[in-house]
């Protein structure tokens, strides 16, 4: 214990200037994540920030590689002419000398300043250790990367290299794994797995990055034991080879989810057709690899009877077939996924497939969507087609056979709150403060901060949620949609970043803890009504009576339906409606 | 005997390069053993080998006992060990070299360390980086010896340095080794130093040890032998395995005897020669390491 505090005090007194400059950075980096929403208004001093979040990004990734380095390298574990090497230093004192100053900088500090920030955010305890632990696991995993490059190189430009050829090793890799999928692909539209929901389980997941952990160490420890490359190499190599093989062959437990009791009812969730007419348009989704003949969809107008209030269904095809006088076409593929349209009364001209649902959750008998839905394109891909198969039949008919799987997805009002700034909704994994309720022309915008904390260990499907603006004195409602978070970061390297530490993605698969200001648009985007003027319009008359409506969109399970559709025509559909 | 240091068939290869070769040698303890030979003879592999530095491709070497592929910390407490390659901790001033050191080391002396330092006159509190060679060996060579280890092994140390230097990081040497017993292995170029100091000497060459023996047995075994005939003939030197001609100068014939410690050497000479002048005269170290480096191996070989 003594020759390891000696060691520790040896490394930190040396690179004690970088390792507190280290910890400013997380620590102006965390404040800065706190207050970096409250400014998104500041066009200017958004600017600012998000050059600022990318500078202390940067400086604190390139720190954290540079702080493994150094202190790793200070007693190389390559050649034969360190001083320590003929020194009474024992190689598992110098390991866990140099864990300990390194966990301690780069995994505890960022640990506690995010515990830090997610208190100060009340976020509750019981979601905030989750997302700690799992800081922790993702910090441990890049501090062991970069400690397991930096003991088999000998110094800064070696690691550099290595690293280099590393990256430029597994580029080449995924380049050519995707040409050889590429290359596999069928020319026809690109399919779905047909897979029935199930809450995914993140035991997986946390297994492969438990042994990519310890491969990394286990790659780390050899090169301290043995100072021979190619053994921890190969070591490291044979632990990462088992974290793969552990993921390919990890039974996916994930568990179904369940099925609501009214609709395993025979009569529930029925499909028919609204007409025996199947409109075609032309596919050009294939692989460009391997150009076909082109395909098909034909798209069928199904209804959906016997689903109760509340509930959304979405249809995904499994199968179809037509069959015709003594031939029988079946289609390409299956999986092709679309979400059924409900037919309904009010509004039908305009209603997108939500739209009667929402209607329904929200009470009110009008309701502005904030993207019109062309009657043209409504219905529910049928069938699959190649073209010319297509063409030898069009104009004739036969008897469609379909089966689908149909998901279900209960729609909640989650909160309903004042349109004043303040207001606040609290769940489990979310808390949304209104900051500013803005009434702009025909239209309003609600700027919010989202504080979301979601860890990797938690299973089951998260709810979704969508904005209303709600009048009920007038029974009307405004859907809003988001113009885009500030604050987090994008979702594509979110899962890295959490490694560097305390950065969480924004979205909500994404995991960790994130705080992002965002502007909820009512109506968002709106592009115009396909018949004529809206159905009302939003004034400042209209939203001093209204209220900020929450809805949870939450995944249920599924069933599987047929349908029959006798004297099933095919037929070319009409060309698209230009908007508006 | 007991000795400090073994080596059995010990053999480092290099990709294709053998440079050390099926070496066995054996060092007494409490001896100052010199590992002489030009350059890439193999010492230094042989001294990183002992130091456990380099795994041996083949064969096997015992450290103060132990097997050096399980040199551990507690063997290197009582080991020092300075290489002129070595990378030392450079941002540090030696006297935080030493700080350092010292917890490693229960048999850590700081009398000794003062006293070091003020011979050596290291007080130096820049770091060793900012130093002179000549300096960063002297706080090298007392980080070493501070502890006053049972094993010190040196490679090259004089390499470089200037005379005063050099007799700076001796008289250490040689003071530490005075108050406390200890062996001490050194490979050197430096031939003149190392005589003053090495009470054993091993000659490498490609890899091979080509001899071990004590100085004074091999100083008492190398003889430059000058042969004068008496009339006006030139001289052919005979085949003699153990004779290495020197050269000529006018009619006298020059050459070494390196076996001139067995009882008939001086008949043989005078048997070859009937009827010459004949005198035999001691060599120093210098010229038997030079004679030997550019010389026959078989001489070695035979000794």
């Known amino acids: 214990m003594k020759h390891l505090l000696h060691l520790v005090r040896a490394d930190a007194r040396r690179f004690r200037v970088l390792l507190a400059l280290w910890v400013l950075v997380v620590i102006v980096e965390t404040v800065f994540r706190a207050v970096r929403p409250t400014f998104v208004d500041e066009r200017q001093l958004s600017m600012m920030f998000n050059l600022l979040a990318t500078m202390l990004f940067a400086t604190r990734w390139l720190g954290m590689v540079l702080i493994v380095a150094l202190v790793v390298q200070t007693h190389p574990l390559v050649g034969s002419d360190a001083f320590w090497m003929t020194r009474p230093i024992s190689w598992r004192v110098l390991l866990a000398s140099k864990m300990a100053l390194l966990v301690t900088t780069l995994v505890a500090v960022p ?9 100060a955010c009340r976020v509750p305890i019981a979601e905030a250790l989750p997302i700690a632990l799992q800081l922790i ?13 930096s003991s088999v190189t000998r110094n800064l430009a070696r690691l550099a290299v290595v690293a280099g050829s590393v990256l430029i090793g597994l580029i080449l890799l995924l380049n050519v794994m995707i040409a050889v999928m590429m290359r596999r692909m069928g020319d026809g539209p690109r399919m779905v797995d047909m897979v029935p929901r199930t809450e995914p389980s993140p ?36 632990g990462i080879c088992v974290a793969l093989a552990a993921v390919l062959l990890w039974p996916s437990p994930g568990r179904l989810v369940p099925v609501p009791d009214w609709a395993n009812r025979d009569s529930a969730v029925q499909l028919t057709a609204e007409t025996p007419r199947g409109e075609f348009r032309l596919s050009h989704d294939g692989s460009p690899l391997r150009p076909g003949d082109g395909w098909q969809i034909g798209v069928a107008r199904l209804t959906v009877r016997g689903v109760e209030e509340g509930w959304l269904p979405t249809m995904t095809l499994k199968d179809a077939s037509i069959t015709f006088d003594g031939a029988t076409v079946r289609t390409a593929g299956n999986g092709y996924s679309t979400q059924a349209v409900l037919m309904a009364a009010t509004d039908a001209l305009n209603d997108g497939p939500h739209s009667p649902v929402e209607r329904q959750v929200l009470g009110v008998s009008r309701l502005l969507e904030s993207l019109p839905f062309p009657q043209a394109e409504r219905g529910t891909p049928a069938i699959i087609l190649a073209d010319a198969e297509f063409r030898n039949r069009l104009g004739s008919q036969g008897t469609y056979r379909g089966s689908f799987q149909v998901d279900l997805d209960r729609l909640t009002v989650a909160a309903t709150l004042p349109l004043q700034a303040g207001a606040t909704f609290q769940s489990p994994q979310r808390r949304l403060i209104v900051d500013q309720v803005i009434a702009q022309n025909r239209a309003a915008s609600i700027r919010l901060r989202h504080f979301i904390s979601t860890s990797m260990f938690a299973s089951g499907l998260r709810p979704r949620l969508s904005f209303y603006l709600r009048n009920r004195g007038k029974s009307e409602a405004v859907a809003g949609s988001s113009h885009g978070g500030f604050g987090g970061l994008s979702t594509g390297i979110g899962l890295m970043l959490i490694g560097i530490g305390g950065w969480s993605s924004p979205t909500e698969a994404g995991n960790g803890f994130s705080i992002i200001s965002d502007v909820i648009r009512f109506p968002a985007a709106y592009g115009g009504y396909a018949g004529g003027p809206p159905p009302f319009e939003i004034t400042p008359e209209w939203l001093s009576q209204a209220e900020l409506v929450i809805v949870h969109t939450i995944p249920a399970g599924s069933v599987w339906r047929d349908v029959e559709i006798a004297g099933f025509e095919i037929a070319e559909a009409p060309p698209p409606r230009p908007p508006g | 005997m007991t000795y400090a240091i073994e080596t059995r068939g010990l053999t480092r290869r290099f990709g294709r390069t053998e440079a050390v070769k099926d070496l066995t040698l054996q060092v007494p303890a409490g001896s100052v053993f010199a590992l002489l030979g030009p350059n890439g003879a193999g010492k230094t592999t042989t001294l990183k080998l002992l130091m456990n530095l380099l795994r041996p491709t083949r064969g096997t070497a015992d450290v103060l006992g132990s097997d050096t592929r399980h040199l551990d910390a507690a063997h290197f407490q009582r080991v020092g060990y300075v290489s002129e390659n070595q990378r030392l901790p450079d941002w540090m001033t030696p006297g935080e070299l030493f700080d350092y050191c010292r917890p490693f080391y229960p048999g850590w002396d700081d009398e000794l360390r003062r006293r070091l330092e003020t011979d050596l006159a290291l007080a130096a509190h820049t770091p060793l980086r900012t130093l002179s060679r000549g300096t960063r060996m002297k706080a090298a060579l007392l980080a070493s010896l501070a502890y006053r280890p049972d094993l010190v092994v040196l490679d090259e140390p004089f390499t470089g340095l200037d005379p005063v230097v050099r007799d700076e990081l001796i008289r250490a040497l040689v003071d530490v080794s005075s108050d406390r017993p200890s062996t001490v292995l050194v490979s050197s170029h430096d031939i003149d130093e190392v005589e003053r100091l090495a009470d054993w000497v091993g000659f490498m060459r490609d890899g091979h040890l080509q001899f071990a023996e004590r100085v004074p047995a091999l100083l008492g075994r190398f003889r430059l032998v000058e042969v004068v005939p008496a009339g006006d003939v030139v001289l052919d030197m005979p085949r003699v395995p153990h004779w290495l001609l020197h050269g000529t100068a006018g009619r006298t014939l020059r050459f070494i005897d390196t076996r001139h410690d067995h009882a008939d050497a001086a008949a043989r000479i005078a048997t070859a020669f009937p009827g010459c002048d004949i005198s035999a005269s001691p060599l120093p170290l210098r010229e038997i390491f030079i004679t030997l480096a550019r010389g026959s191996s078989s001489v070695a070989e035979e000794s």
């Open chain 1, 111 to 119: 640990t506690v300043a995010e515990l830090a920030l997610m208190v």
């Open chain 1, 137 to 149: 696991l993702f910090q441990c995993l890049w501090l062991f990367i970069f400690m397991a490059l």
């Open chain 1, 203 to 238: 035991a997986g997941f946390v297994v492969m990055l438990l042994l990519t952990i310890a491969a990394a160490f286990m790659l780390v420890t050899v090169q301290y034991r043995t100072r021979s490359v190619r053994r921890s190499v190969l070591t490291g190599a044979a």
